[in-house]
């Protein structure tokens, strides 16, 4: 692909756009439709993402369809949600579980150098966004900015050394317009 390599934004889905359920301080994604509700500022921080020019890649992991806990058919509704609602640009899944190894799941970079090559993404100016230690790992091994959203889960490996920690994705607006935008 020719041209001016684009500036995106990489997206968690669970915990960083849309609810997670916690039971006993660990996350789990929703599972049924009328479950997957938006973070508060969530939508505001996409639709101000969108506006500065910049993609929004989601990149999640869900191994609830390996295991069987979830349908292709909830997760599709729940992307299509994402893209109709949101605006989001594109969504990049792995359906795979840690056993399997494959070069997807993250905290492995693969997502988003599927996502760099199909949209042509510059990723050193870029950044990755996500609540767990494997959304950052995931952005540092493809050269990404990246971005912590701390919601204090217990038996959860603290990330090496994310460029930001917030609470919220609405928190990191102003970082990654500073990151991206100079």
Known sequence: MTGEKRRAVFLDRDGTINWNEVREGKP???????????????????????????????????????????SPAVIEAMNR???????????????????????CRKPKP??????????????????MVGDRW????????????????DHGYSGEPAPDRPDLTVKTLAEAVDFIRRSLMD
């Open 110 to 127: 693969g997502l988003l150098l599927q996502a760099a090559k199909k949209w042509n993404i510059d990723l050193g100016r870029s950044v």
């Open 28 to 70: 789990f994604a929703p599972t049924r439709l009328e479950d997957f509700r938006w973070l508060p500022g969530a939508p505001e921080a996409i639709a101000q993402f969108k506006a500065e020019g910049l993609l929004v890649i989601v990149v999640t992991n869900q191994p609830d369809l390996t295991t069987g806990k979830n």
């Open 134 to 149: 494997r959304d950052v790992d995931a952005g540092k091994g493809a050269g990404c900015a990246t971005v912590f959203i």
């Open 81 to 103: 949600r994402l893209t109709d609602e949101l605006g989001v640009d594109d969504i990049f899944v792995c359906p795979h579980t840690d056993v399997q190894g494959c070069d």
